[in-house]
């Protein structure tokens, strides 16, 4: 191993796509508008030159494979590499890389990384997968454009290659902020039946942490990260996930495909809290195990069994409800509620509970309140109101001050329906004591949770 050869690895494995040609593949640039030549063209020209002036003269000195390149107006670039594969495809396969396919949808990298004995290694097979999957757009940060990130975009389900990765990265002191896990908690926290959650993980660093201790080769990917450095205010520092404090996550719902095929063994049938939850039940030693506990003791106030909120039309949201026999079998009363008093309730008050602890959260009322007026007002992108709950509301209530909403609440605490014109929600309540019973450890690993399914007995 030298330094030039983890560098090819790592764009290789971040970016490789085989097919059944045994003279060609390709590694796969995912760029998209960022590395269009009609939005930025002085960029794409910068990347074409590392293409041919880098990458090029590696391929051809290590393996003697030729390097071309071709682009899309779209932005994706693909870099072509041909030749006699046969040493780079052995070295690969005893790795354990497969030469199938998409790379990174299923590498690991375990068998690498013994091979990366010092820091240059490490930071060089870091830079081959940050110029293919190594995100510097200027929408990845935290918050604001104060906190600037370098985002690791991997698609699949290998989700030890993930864990290995973040662990690479701890080993040269360059600490990852967050692991967004290719998990349906993750990606569809509030309507447990959407089944568009296999977006990939992201694997996020703040970048003034990267640029201390990572690397890009690309000089187009260098450039971009300075650019956004640009925009802050402050200089921004990772922290060591077993110092990380875990604050209090959003309450996130039981999704449909918890135990998906598509997830690993040790992963399929768990309900995750938070992302360092995941890093927990993979036994990473890093993993801040104390914090991700209190987190376990208190998991009743994190999850609920029903829909946290799902906005749809009148007629999908009936459909939900008639699926459903818990739903389907209660008795709803009909209530005309102005939506000036609604939205003049404190976002942490419940209502319509049975207890203190327990009803309907008010902040996922509003949330539903602007998006069906959004939806009534054609102010929808997708599911998602043009501009803040707060502005959407607001301005419906200047013109509209006696407003209505017809909203159905249970008798019991199952899932009540707002309704507004041709479009619905769906809002679950919060109901820490009755979703206690629901949790259920797992003998195979202490950190690992399942939620059963509710039933009307537990809520009577």
Same mark, same amino acid.
């Given at each position: 191993?030298?330094?030039?050869?983890?560098?090819?690895?790592?764009?290789?494995?971040?970016?490789?796509?085989?097919?059944?040609?045994?003279?060609?593949?390709?590694?796969?640039?995912?760029?998209?508008?960022?590395?269009?030549?009609?939005?930025?063209?002085?960029? !794409? @020209?910068?990347?074409?030159?590392?293409?041919?002036?880098?990458?090029?003269?590696?391929?051809? !000195?290590?393996?003697?494979?030729?390097?071309?390149?071709?682009?899309? !107006?779209?932005?994706?670039?693909?870099?072509?590499?041909?030749?006699?594969?046969?040493?780079?495809? /052995?070295?690969?396969?005893? &790795? @354990?890389?497969?030469?199938?396919?998409?790379?990174?949808?299923?590498?690991?990298?375990?068998?690498?990384?013994? /091979? %990366? #004995?010092?820091?240059?290694?490490?930071?060089?097979?870091?830079?081959?997968?940050?110029?293919?999957?190594?995100?510097?757009?200027?929408?990845?940060?935290?918050?604001?454009?104060?906190?600037?990130?370098?985002?690791?975009?991997?698609?699949?389900?290998?989700?030890?290659?993930?864990?290995?990765?973040?662990?690479?990265?701890?080993?040269?002191?360059?600490?990852?902020?967050?692991?967004?896990?290719?998990?349906?908690?993750?990606?569809?926290?509030?309507?447990? &039946?959407?089944?568009?959650?296999?977006? @990939?993980?992201?694997?996020?660093?703040? %970048?003034?942490?990267?640029?201390?201790?990572?690397?890009?080769?690309? #000089?187009?990917?260098?450039?971009?990260?300075?650019?956004?450095?640009?925009?802050?205010?402050?200089?921004?520092?990772?922290?060591?996930?077993?110092?990380?404090?875990?604050?209090?996550?959003?309450?996130?719902?039981?999704?449909?495909?918890?135990?998906?095929?598509?997830?690993?063994?040790?992963?399929?049938?768990?309900?995750?809290?938070?992302?360092?939850?995941?890093?927990?039940?993979?036994?990473?030693?890093?993993?801040?195990?104390?914090?991700?506990?209190?987190?376990?003791?208190?998991?009743?106030?994190?999850?609920?069994?029903?829909?946290?909120?799902?906005? !749809?039309?009148?007629?999908?949201?009936?459909?939900?409800?008639?699926?459903?026999?818990? %739903?389907?079998?209660?008795?709803?009363?009909?209530?005309?509620?102005?939506?000036?008093?609604? &939205?003049?309730?404190?976002?942490?008050?419940?209502?319509?509970?049975?207890? @203190?602890?327990?009803?309907?959260?008010?902040?996922?009322?509003?949330?539903?309140?602007? &998006?069906?007026?959004?939806?009534?007002?054609?102010?929808?992108?997708?599911?998602?109101?043009?501009?803040?709950?707060?502005?959407?509301?607001?301005?419906?209530?200047?013109?509209?001050?006696?407003?209505?909403?017809?909203?159905?609440?249970?008798?019991?605490?199952?899932?009540?329906?707002?309704?507004?014109?041709?479009?619905?929600? %769906?809002?679950?309540?919060?109901?820490?004591?009755?979703?206690?019973?629901?949790?259920?450890?797992?003998?195979?690993?202490?950190?690992?949770?399942?939620?059963?399914?509710?039933? /009307?007995?537990?809520?009577?």
């Amino acid at each position: 191993m030298n330094t030039d050869k983890a560098y090819i690895l790592g764009l290789v494995i971040g970016g490789g796509v085989w097919g059944n040609a045994e003279d060609v593949f390709r590694i796969r640039l995912p760029f998209k508008q960022w590395g269009s030549y009609e939005v930025n063209p002085k960029r !794409a @020209g910068d990347i074409s030159r590392d293409v041919m002036k880098m990458v090029s003269p590696l391929f051809k !000195a290590i393996y003697n494979i030729s390097v071309s390149y071709d682009t899309s !107006a779209s932005g994706v670039w693909n870099i072509l590499c041909e030749g006699d594969l046969s040493t780079l495809k /052995e070295e690969l396969e005893n &790795y @354990g890389i497969k030469c199938e396919g998409e790379v990174r949808k299923t590498a690991n990298i375990n068998n690498i990384v013994p /091979e %990366l #004995v010092d820091d240059n290694l490490k930071r060089r097979f870091i830079a081959g997968l940050a110029d293919t999957i190594g995100s510097t757009k200027q929408t990845h940060r935290r918050f604001n454009d104060d906190k600037q990130m370098v985002s690791f975009e991997i698609s699949g389900f290998e989700f030890d290659f993930v864990c290995s990765l973040c662990k690479l990265l701890h080993s040269i002191n360059c600490y990852p902020d967050q692991i967004l896990w290719n998990h349906p908690n993750f990606h569809c926290g509030s309507n447990p &039946y959407d089944r568009k959650w296999k977006k @990939g993980f992201k694997l996020r660093v703040f %970048l003034d942490q990267y640029e201390k201790f990572g690397a890009f080769a690309f #000089v187009s990917k260098a450039l971009s990260a300075k650019e956004n450095q640009a925009l802050e205010k402050s200089k921004n520092q990772g922290i060591p996930c077993n110092e990380r404090e875990i604050k209090m996550p959003s309450v996130t719902c039981v999704h449909c495909e918890e135990n998906s095929e598509l997830l690993p063994e040790n992963i399929r049938g768990g309900h995750y809290l938070h992302n360092r939850h995941v890093c927990a039940v993979l036994q990473c030693e890093h993993a801040p195990y104390g914090e991700v506990q209190k987190l376990i003791d208190k998991a009743e106030y994190c999850i609920n069994p029903f829909p946290v909120l799902v906005k !749809a039309t009148g007629e999908e949201i009936d459909e939900i409800i008639e699926a459903d026999p818990l %739903l389907k079998n209660r008795s709803y009363q009909t209530r005309n509620v102005k939506i000036s008093d609604l &939205y003049g309730l404190a976002d942490n008050k419940l209502i319509y509970g049975k207890s @203190g602890e327990s009803g309907y959260p008010v902040k996922k009322i509003k949330l539903a309140l602007a &998006y069906l007026i959004a939806a009534k007002t054609d102010q929808l992108n997708g599911s998602r109101p043009k501009g803040s709950k707060d502005k959407v509301i607001k301005n419906y209530l200047e013109n509209h001050p006696d407003s209505e909403v017809l909203m159905f609440v249970p008798e019991i605490l199952t899932p009540m329906i707002i309704r507004m014109g041709a479009y619905a929600t %769906l809002i679950g309540p919060n109901n820490p004591k009755v979703y206690k019973k629901l949790i259920q450890n797992c003998p195979e690993n202490r950190y690992k949770i399942k939620i059963r399914k509710i039933t /009307e007995e537990d809520l009577k």
